[in-house]
């Protein structure tokens, strides 16, 4: 019984991290209509620029969010803005414009094997910090301090990005862009700028669930391939484009994945995850929170 | 001298330099680079009945291209079918797993359906992963099957040189070229055209578009099956990891888009550019440079697509005919086949 | 007449791009000097297996100019060693094109690689198909000896002897530290070299009288391994034992040890936990833990401490079982060259197979020396057993098994102490 409840808690402190990393995936779809394909170099760099913070300054890990968000954020900023925009351009009258697909995976090769270049194939880890190996102990259960401070992180962030939306004047610009784009446009509203800000954070919140990865996981060039795929699934089980969604999408990949273990060998358990991720697209094509015209 | 009669001269002129090849590039090095890029030209041109014609993106037809290298593999592993036999079975085996991926995927539009196909893709990889045995049937897990070099000839379909492999997948690509061609022009084709652009104004004309893709789907995943068996018998091994990857989806997507989904010669053009690309790259700076070669790649793709968004074949096709006009105002006696080559 | 100049700046970006590539194309081979033997290596220089190809590449260069400096082959007139490197990404239809265009284009006479097994299989089956010597430094699978293969020449020991030893050496520690062991854990990548191992780890495990109370395999691209650790600490094994990339090597030492797994010992199988930067990723976690590998910094041979300290200077990281077994497969083909005399592949591979390596820069293994059998195994290819402890130097990988072969005045601690 214990062991169930760990692993249910592990499930949703691990779930709620790659809730976060989806995040910035659904942000950026919400808005631009695209999948990222880049999405897990993105989360590679961040995890670099948050190494290099952390070990150059030597703070808490969670005081290297001032430097990686903002980094982040233009870097994400001015991705869209040079490499992708121009397909924005191009091809203004299709919705979906498949091949900014093309581009962003041109983008993920480009990124990690610079990455590969430049800092070489190693596996580095941050050996000194507060939180590393860190558990806490209830009873006979033993939770982990960093996925902890993730699960709140992600609770937090979601909330965060939900207020901006709603509340926000740029907040509701993003969001009318991604109801209409050629009404906002009429509104006066920027749409390429919007594009960019939205790209921006998207981002940036790829660089927080970095952040939240640090401090127990290894960095090497092509750590966000691990990441790609289970973000994609998360995004689409939550409803593409939800901010709820990808949070809850999230914590349910992980409760599969701590659990199913449970009753059979891990590798089965990966299935479980595709075999679950397909009957929710059938039963409900729009995802769990996903709003139905979307599709 | 009229249009038609300088396109199909131009065919011609192409079919004979392809057959040609062989007798001039001894080198298999290369031959076995043109096998490869033949290779992605079938895949892509398979793919492109579904991916071009009916207007979703799938990207997990590496599936397809597993079971079919799985299918005749193990069959002539354990039974000594030969591999021609079980070739054709794997076409049919993916058949069916395309129409039962079709049936409910093809209700989804855009980015729902390229993520439901990698899941789908990605889903049959990890079940080949977990399987040892099949029933009767010893697929070993991740682990993978060889296939031992020993017995040459053309029923074993398995060759010491290049030249044969050459032949047969040159002649299985013109097969699914003049296939798609086929299609194309036939009402399925509309359909499926009517259906990838305007599902709801088609469906009220009371096209089944439903209907259409699945054929589709069904015809794409068998013949891209075909070229599983040949990828198997050309490299002599295979497990999940190599004939299942999600790489080799995104690869064939790829050189769809990059040459012109939808259209005959885009899948051509864009194996044309791509994988001399990738090739070349990787041998000139793989050793000195790792990674740059996929750099090299990545750039190539954003600069096309920035470009020329819509893939090569567009501003190709429009050179050539304008080269025609050309030839035909004046001097009628010209050859026009290179710059669409 | 009038061609828009619109798509003709696009046509001039495609062609110009077509026009480099076909450059490159027909550029000539570089120009090669006459006296030469061109070696063609298929290592993973990028992709997954990026940090262990570098590894590979890093010994056989340092072993070239050494070999290269002392006068080349002196039998083919002091011959130069040239190194073609080609990068396979870890994938198999990669390292087959790139070893068609080693043996065809480049015209290597010798290849070696391929690290992945998978790699190994279909490559070394081309080189045999045009009769090339092919040297296997390292690549553990059984089958790539059992192929039937004249041209193939394994340097490293296959995995029905790495999992021999792993359990020898556990049986001669129940008995030196009187503590019996009766329950096994098996965790293990879900691969080609994972699967190898399981498989006879299975048939040892009946053999020897353990239970085996865990057998689980997990997805190498797992993102979080917690699951796999708790499933651990419910089986409570004494041992566990493992084969892992160097990814999860690191994310399950540093679970392991968070989860407060009370083991009596956990036995690794090299590969990730053997990766240079897996005692910096994960510190004082991987304490205590026993790996097995073919040579450690501290093998009492000549010439390997001078080795080991010139490569480090060189590169930065210690020489591992990965690298030794490269830089040896070098001289190895040294050797074998200068009795050739000939760059006839048929002569190399006679040499290769008459092989008697004693002495020389190359063997600082731990073996006495290199003689393959007829499936082209070298027979005297033994493991070692090495422990991670701190004493005294920060962590280090000290041997302790063989008897023979453990650092002197250091004891093994056997169980792990809690």
Redesign the interface.
Same mark, same amino acid.
């Given at each position: 019984m214990e062991f169930f409840l760990e692993s249910i808690l592990n499930g949703i402190c691990m779930g709620s991290i790659y809730g976060l990393t989806a995040l910035g995936l659904t942000v950026i779809f919400g808005v631009l209509k695209v999948i990222n394909f880049a999405h897990g170099s993105l989360i590679m760099v961040s995890m670099y620029v948050a190494y290099w913070a952390i070990i150059y300054t030597g703070v808490h890990p969670y005081v290297a969010l001032i430097i990686v968000v903002p980094v982040m954020y233009f870097f994400g900023y001015y991705l869209q803005d040079i490499v992708i925009k121009p397909i924005f351009k191009a091809e203004k009258d299709v919705r979906e414009p498949i091949t900014v697909i093309i581009v962003t995976t041109g983008v993920w090769y480009i990124l990690d094997n610079l990455t590969l270049l430049i800092f070489g194939p190693q596996y580095r880890g941050i050996q000194n910090n507060p939180l590393r190996g860190k558990m806490l102990d209830i009873g006979n259960m033993l939770i982990s301090v960093p996925k902890l401070w993730g699960f709140v992180t992600a609770v937090i962030t979601a909330a965060a990005v939900y207020w901006f939306l709603q509340k926000t004047r740029t907040g509701r610009a993003i969001r009318a862009t991604s109801l209409d784009r050629e009404a906002a446009s009429l509104m006066g509203i920027n749409q390429f700028k919007i594009y960019n800000i939205a790209f921006g954070i998207g981002t940036a919140i790829v660089g927080i669930s970095a952040v939240t990865l640090v401090p127990f996981y290894n960095i090497f060039p092509s750590v966000g391939v691990l990441f790609d795929i289970k973000g994609f699934i998360i995004v689409v089980l939550g409803g593409l484009g939800s901010i709820g969604g990808a949070i809850i999408g999230g914590i349910i990949i992980g409760l599969i994945e701590s659990i199913a273990p449970m009753f059979m060998t891990a590798t089965w358990a990966e299935a479980i995850v595709y075999g679950l991720f397909l009957v929710v697209l059938f039963v409900k094509p729009s995802g769990l929170f996903g709003v139905k015209y979307d599709w | 001298m009229t249009r038609k009669t300088i396109n199909t001269s131009a065919l011609i002129l192409l079919g004979v330099v392809a057959f040609g090849i062989p007798l001039v590039l001894r #080198?298999?090095?290369?031959l =076995?680079?043109i096998c490869?890029l033949f290779f992605y030209a079938y895949l892509t041109t398979s793919w492109n009945l579904v991916g071009g014609f009916a207007g979703v993106?799938p990207l997990g037809h590496s599936a397809f291209v597993g079971i079919g290298a799985y299918t005749s593999t193990v069959l002539s592993l354990q039974y000594g079918v030969s591999p021609w036999l079980g070739m054709i079975v794997g076409g049919f085996l993916a058949g069916i797993v395309g129409i039962l991926i079709g049936l409910?995927?093809f209700?989804? $539009?855009?980015?729902?359906f390229?993520?439901?196909t +990698?899941?789908?893709g990605?889903?049959i990889r990890?079940?080949f992963?977990?399987i040892e045995t099949l029933g009767p049937l010893n697929i070993r @897990?991740? $682990? @993978?099957l060889?296939i031992?070099?020993t017995h040459t000839g053309f029923v074993n379909f398995m060759f010491?040189t290049?030249e044969p492999y050459y032949y047969i997948i040159l002649v299985m690509l013109i097969g699914v070229i003049a296939f798609t061609y086929f299609i194309s022009r036939s009402k399925l084709g509309y359909f499926l055209n009517a259906g990838g652009e305007e599902p709801e104004a088609a469906m009220s004309l009371g096209v089944n578009v439903a209907r259409a893709k699945l054929i589709a789907m069904a015809m794409s995943s068998f013949l891209t099956a075909l070229a599983g068996t040949f990828?198997a018998q050309f490299?002599?091994?295979i497990?999940p990891?190599?004939v299942m990857s999600?790489?080799l989806s !995104?690869e064939i997507a !790829?050189i769809a888009?990059?040459g012109g989904r939808g259209s005959i010669a885009g899948p051509i053009l864009g194996a044309?550019?791509l994988r001399?690309?990738s090739?070349?790259? $990787? +041998?000139?700076f793989?050793? #000195?440079?790792? @990674?740059? =070669?996929?750099?090299i !790649?990545?750039?190539?793709?954003?600069?096309?697509? +920035? !470009?020329?968004?819509r893939g090569?074949q567009e501003?190709?096709l429009?050179?050539y005919n304008?080269l025609l006009d $050309?030839i035909l105002q004046q001097a009628p006696q010209g050859k026009a086949g290179h710059e669409y080559s | 007449m009038k061609i828009d100049i619109r798509i003709m700046g696009k046509l001039t970006v495609f062609f110009s791009i077509v026009a480099l590539v076909a450059a490159f194309s027909v550029l000539p081979a570089p120009a090669v000097a006459e006296n030469v033997v061109k070696v063609g290596n298929i290592i993973p220089l990028s992709g997954p297996s990026a940090s262990v190809g570098q590894q590979g590449k890093q010994a056989r260069e340092m072993a070239v100019e050494e070999i290269n400096a002392a006068g080349g082959i002196k039998s083919l007139g002091g011959a130069k060693l040239k190194m073609i490197y080609a990068d396979s990404e870890s994938k198999p239809e990669k390292g087959v094109a790139e070893a068609e265009r080693l043996i065809n284009t480049d015209k290597v006479n010798v290849l070696t690689g391929c690290w992945n097994s998978a790699v190994t299989y279909p490559t070394t089956a081309v080189a045999e198909r045009y009769g090339i010597p092919f040297i296997v430094p390292v690549s553990v699978a059984d089958k790539i000896t059992e192929q039937g293969f004249k041209n193939v020449f394994r340097i490293a020991a296959k995995d029905s002897w790495w999992t021999r030893d792993q359990f020898a050496f556990l049986k001669d520690m129940e008995k030196e530290f009187h503590t019996p062991v009766k329950t096994l854990a098996f965790v293990y990548e879900n691969g080609d070299w994972g699967q190898g191992f399981a498989s006879q780890w299975k048939i040892l495990a009946k053999k020897g009288g353990y239970k085996v109370v865990l057998d689980e395999p997990y997805p190498s691209t797992a993102t979080d391994l917690s699951p796999v650790v708790q499933k651990i600490r419910r089986a409570r094994p004494d041992v566990l034992m493992l084969v892992s990339n160097a990814a999860d090597a690191i994310l399950l030492t540093n679970t392991l040890a968070s989860y407060k797994v009370k083991l009596k010992a956990v036995i690794a199988s090299g590969g990730g936990h053997a990766d240079p930067s897996f005692l910096k990723a994960t510190g004082k976690n991987a304490r205590y833990l026993f790996d097995i590998v073919e040579w450690e910094t501290d093998v009492n041979k000549p010439g390997a401490k001078e080795a080991n300290a010139k490569f480090k200077a060189k590169y930065g990281y210690n020489l591992a079982g990965e690298s030794v077994d490269a830089y040896l497969a070098m001289y190895v083909l040294k050797d074998a060259l200068e009795r050739a005399g000939s760059l006839d592949p048929a002569k190399i591979r006679e040499a290769l197979a008459t092989t008697h390596l004693t002495s020389g820069p190359g063997m600082i293994v731990g073996y006495d020396s290199v003689e393959f059998d007829k499936t082209g195994q070298n027979k005297n290819a033994s493991l070692i057993m090495v422990q991670i402890n701190d004493i005294g130097n920060g962590l280090e990988r000290i041997t302790v098994w063989p008897k023979s072969a453990r650092r002197a005045g250091y004891t093994p601690v056997f169980p792990m102490p809690h």
């Open positions: - | #080198s298999p090095t290369y =076995h680079i490869l993106l409910p995927t209700k989804m $539009r855009g980015a729902y390229a993520l439901a +990698i899941a789908f990605e889903g990890v079940m992963e977990n @897990g991740p $682990r @993978g060889e031992p070099p010491n290049k990828y490299t002599l091994y497990y990891k190599s999600l790489d !995104f !790829f888009l990059i044309l550019l001399p690309v090739d070349f790259s $990787r +041998i000139y793989g050793s #000195s440079l790792p @990674g740059l =070669h996929l750099i !790649f990545g750039t190539v793709l954003i600069l096309v697509m +920035i !470009f020329q968004p090569l501003p190709l429009k050179v304008k $050309r | -």
